[in-house]
T-cell receptor
């Protein structure tokens, strides 16, 4: 069974289009994340949701809008796609510890490679 | 500002060699240190998680250590195999639950 699954795996689209990436986890976690891996392979947090509430927004352009319909799902919608949005987007999940003392292991999906042409 | 640094950026070794990958971080307010493996075109696979109260974790041929006072973690791979070839990423977790990643060490184990 796939723990964290993302769809689609590949996405090629034209500039200006709107697209969505879906993520689901079956680990029973209550915290989900979106990370972006740029062309230099550097991974950086974009958003984090805990129990459907936004807890981290790392100065991401407002063209990016995450939506969490329930604890097991975190989707990412991107409006007016730009060339610079081309990257691999990773969804992840973990169990929320309230940010005190020790956190827990994070599990990642296989990534969605977005190419904007 | 690079909060997590991994050295070396790339490493090529012959099969069977023991090796050490290094990770250093600037923020001492660390809760977890997690090591991942990423194969080309694939996602991240969690290898080891060291909680702030721990000093090391072991899984098979892998051993990860954490020294918060010096801001360092190492990943030791014993008896390396060609299948170990991948990019190894370390990430520290602070108070906001997010992971801050290093840029990774690309390991090639030659048969």
């Amino acid at each position: 069974d796939t723990a964290v699954s993302q769809t689609p795996k590949y996405l090629v689209t034209q500039m200006g289009n709107d697209k969505s990436i879906k993520c689901e986890q079956n680990l029973g976690h209550d915290t989900m994340y979106w990370y972006k891996q740029d062309s230099k392979k550097f991974l950086k947090i974009m958003f984090s949701y805990n129990n459907k509430e936004l807890i981290i927004n790392e100065t991401v352009p407002n063209r990016f809008s995450p939506k969490s319909p329930d604890k097991a799902h975190l989707n990412l919608h991107i409006n007016s796609l730009e060339l610079g949005d081309s990257a691999v987007y990773f969804c992840a999940s973990s169990r929320w510890t309230g940010g005190i003392f020790s956190g827990t292991e994070a599990f990642f999906g296989q990534g969605t490679r977005l190419t904007v042409v | 500002k690079q909060e997590v640094t991994q050295i070396p950026a790339a490493l090529s070794v012959p099969e069977g060699e023991n090796l050490v990958l290094n990770c250093s971080f600037t923020d001492s307010a660390i809760y977890n240190l997690q090591w991942f493996r990423q194969d080309p075109g694939k996602g991240l696979t969690s290898l080891l998680l060291i909680q702030s109260s721990q000093r090391e974790q072991t899984s098979g041929r892998l051993n990860a250590s954490l020294d918060k006072s010096s801001g360092r973690s190492t990943l030791y791979i014993a008896a390396s195999q060609p299948g170990d070839s991948a990019t190894y990423l370390c990430a520290r977790q602070g108070g906001s639950e997010k992971l801050v990643f290093g840029k990774g060490t690309k390991l090639t184990v030659n048969p």
